[in-house]
């Protein structure tokens, strides 16, 4: 049974940091892309980050500068470090797990970016 559980979510003033992970389960993590969506309140799910599985990372223009994706095959583990939050980077982010034609999906950890 494949999981992607994800943690580090929470409330957060602007202009400050989050650390996301993603701990997946049940996959060869190794041959797996992985990556983070958003989606706000009213919103479509955006891609914010992808990284392939040799380690190459994209970006959303919103984010490139400010995010950093990673990933830790000994841990299967993707991580999102989130700097100089936006109130606008406020979101549901959702891990996915990309390898051919199958993707699979976290449930999802609240980020919320206010004073």
């Known amino acids: 049974q494949v999981q992607l559980v994800e943690s580090g979510g929470g409330l957060v003033q602007p202009g400050g940091s989050l650390r996301l992970s993603c701990a997946a389960s049940g996959i060869i993590f190794d041959v797996y892309a992985m990556g983070w969506y958003h989606q706000a309140p009213g919103k479509q799910r955006e891609l914010v980050a992808h990284?392939?599985?040799?380690?190459?990372?994209n970006y959303a223009d919103s984010v490139r500068g400010r995010f950093t994706i990673s990933r830790d095959n000994a841990k299967n583990t993707v991580y999102l470090q989130m700097n100089s939050l936006k109130p606008e980077d406020t979101a549901v982010y959702y891990c996915?797990?990309?390898?051919?034609?199958?993707?699979?999906w976290g449930q999802g950890t609240q980020v919320t970016v206010s004073s």
């Open positions: 996915y797990a990309r390898h051919n034609w199958y993707t699979y």
């Open positions: 990284i392939t599985s040799g380690g190459r990372p």
